[in-house]
């Protein structure tokens, strides 16, 4: 077997023990396998292993790599900021969009021939530049004009932990602007928070998605 074949078998055998110790059941939880920058043999790779669920954040790296792999029954994430004349495009291919944060995207996938799923992305960090929505206002506007559309579901919210904050805090910041959008949007009622770092934690705070990646690929090839 291989080092990514076994990484994903551990990290698969301990979500298991963590979702017991949470009282959680692990049919409640998608684990997403993030693959950016490596090559789409690494997917198959995972794909024989059992992984369905699979995460990319450049367009421009996922599409060809999503082209080389469409004989194998896959889902994919889209993790990455997501520019809004890129949204169609990306839309093609990934069916679970993390990264809603703006108006423009909304629009733009707002005319798909399709339906897709999405996350409001939420910026925990101080700066604005960094992407998803501030507050607890902006993701209610945001969630709003998503359920406008008749192209998305709205399926909750996603984070990513800032480095500099303990995650516990950040997860609890998430879950409490998880009850706000379920009082307005009853369905959007998924997490999507825990990466390699983290996971553990997240799944004891409500994530339903964890976007893995390092801890089953190993190094990225490039950094990113
Ligand atoms: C790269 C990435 C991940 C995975 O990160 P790891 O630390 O390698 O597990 C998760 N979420 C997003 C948004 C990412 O860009």
């Given at each position: 077997m291989s080092g990514v074949a076994e990484r994903w078998q551990s990290i698969t055998a301990e979500l298991s023990a963590e979702c017991a110790r949470a009282s959680r059941s692990v049919d409640d939880i998608t684990l997403v396998v993030v693959?950016?920058?490596?090559?789409?043999s690494v997917v198959t790779e995972l794909f024989t292993a059992g992984a369905r669920h699979f995460g990319e954040s450049r367009h421009q790296d996922a599409a060809p790599k999503v082209a080389e792999l469409t004989e194998l029954d896959l889902t994919w994430h889209f993790v990455g900021q997501i520019q809004s004349n890129k949204a169609r495009a990306i839309a093609q291919y990934a069916s679970v969009l993390h990264s809603l944060d703006r108006d423009s995207v909304v629009d733009a996938l707002a005319k798909l021939e399709h339906r897709v799923s999405g996350f409001i992305e939420l910026n925990l960090t101080d700066d604005p530049g960094r992407g998803g929505v501030d507050d607890a206002d902006a993701m209610l506007k945001l969630a709003d004009r998503i359920a406008s559309t008749d192209t998305i579901d709205l399926l909750g919210v996603m984070a990513v932990a800032p480095q500099n904050v303990d995650p516990e805090e950040a997860f609890e910041r998430v879950a409490t602007m998880s009850q706000i959008l379920l009082q307005a949007h009853p369905n959007a009622a998924s997490i999507s928070t825990g990466m390699s770092a983290d996971w553990q934690q997240a799944i004891r705070h409500g994530a339903t998605h964890l976007r893995i990646g390092t801890s089953i690929t190993g190094k990225r090839p490039s950094s990113g």
């Open positions: 693959t950016k920058f490596h090559p789409a």
